[in-house]
């Protein structure tokens, strides 16, 4: 193949393999034709379909190190948010005693600090360590608690 008749081979081999597909459909004219898929369920399949979650593999002692290690930084986090979290929220530097005035959401800190947080922080362990878990639910956890830490000090800032 050399040359232009090796574009022109190859300009009819794709536009043979596009047609090969059916007739497929565009989107907004400037995306490549999606083909339509064809039932390929055979009766072996069941009535979900075939399985398409491979089971997981055995986690190495590297891995393992590594969930603890998050694990114990997960705990951590929601220690500090916790305890911490409400006295960031309530704390003032130019107020006359270092906190603000009357909360209007006094309430829903308590609330956050003593439910929200621990159940985060207890869930995002358990799930880190499900086989199906892992550093990705570690990594939403550890938002979770940060979202939660900033909800905390938004909800400190209203005062009534």
């Known amino acids: 193949m050399g040359g232009v008749a090796g574009v022109a081979e190859a300009s009819s081999a794709t536009t043979a393999s596009r047609h090969e ?4 459909y565009r989107l907004f004219g400037w995306f490549p034709s999606v083909p339509r898929m064809e039932n390929t369920r055979t009766a072996s399949d069941g009535a979900a379909g075939p399985d398409r979650c491979p089971v997981p593999r055995p986690r190495s002692a590297v891995g393992w190190a590594g969930l603890v290690v998050l694990a114990v930084g997960v ?12 006295l960031f929220a309530i704390a003032c ?18 609330t956050i600090a003593r439910y929200a947080v621990p159940f ?14 892992g550093a990705r639910v570690g990594g939403i956890g550890l938002g979770v608690l ?11 800032q209203a005062t009534g």
């Open 21 to 24: 597909y059916g007739s497929g």
């Open 75 to 86: 705990l951590v986090l929601g220690v500090f948010v916790g305890l911490m979290g409400p």
């Open 120 to 133: 985060a922080t207890l869930g995002t362990i358990v799930g880190m360590f499900h086989p199906r878990g």
């Open 146 to 156: 940060v979202m939660l830490l900033l909800l905390m000090v938004a909800l400190g």
């Open 93 to 110: 530097g130019s107020c006359p005693d270092g906190v603000r005035g009357p909360q209007r959401f006094g309430d829903a800190l308590i």
